[in-house]
């Protein structure tokens, strides 16, 4: 029997190759049994405004992409922090860039829900380190 880490998961990033990858090592090692992918910031809002109408658990965690057309990650907090107050202590959200720019880093600390900022790209270390980690905390 499959035993995963969390039920489900939301990656938000426009690169459709990212997200393969990222649902592809989320599924395989067995960190996330269910990942939901969406192409941008709109895509992502709608599909959470449905779950939440439909009566459907939301996911558990979010890995947000910070550099995106239109819309980029920290437009996305902002309008998931007003539009889903209530729910942004129940979505882990890590931020995810390949971005070095220490002001990105700073202004998470701004959100309180946003745990913590991970490279791109994912890899099994990367998230073993991290909920490993978090595991320990929460306990």
Do not use: W
């Not at 269910?34 to 779950?51: M, Q, T």
């Not at 209530?86 to 220490?102: A, E, F, G, R």
């Not at 959100?111 to 913590?116: D, N, S």
């Amino acid at each position: 029997m499959e035993s995963y880490i969390y039920n489900s998961a939301l990656i938000i990033d426009d690169s459709t190759i990212d997200n393969l990858i990222h649902k592809k090592i989320l599924i395989n090692y067995q960190f996330v049994k269910n990942v939901h992918c969406s192409v941008s910031v709109k895509e992502a809002l709608h599909y959470l405004n449905v779950l939440q109408e439909n009566g459907e658990a939301l996911p558990e965690l979010i890995f947000l992409d910070i550099r995106m057309p239109d819309m980029n990650g920290f437009d996305f907090l902002k309008l998931f922090e007003k539009q889903h107050p209530n729910i942004t202590d129940k979505c882990k959200v890590y931020m995810l860039s390949s971005s070095l720019d220490p002001v990105d880093h700073e202004r998470i600390v701004n959100y309180k829900f946003v745990r913590k900022f991970l490279g791109k790209p994912l890899t099994r270390q990367i998230l073993e380190e991290e909920f490993t980690a978090q595991s320990e905390i929460d306990q």
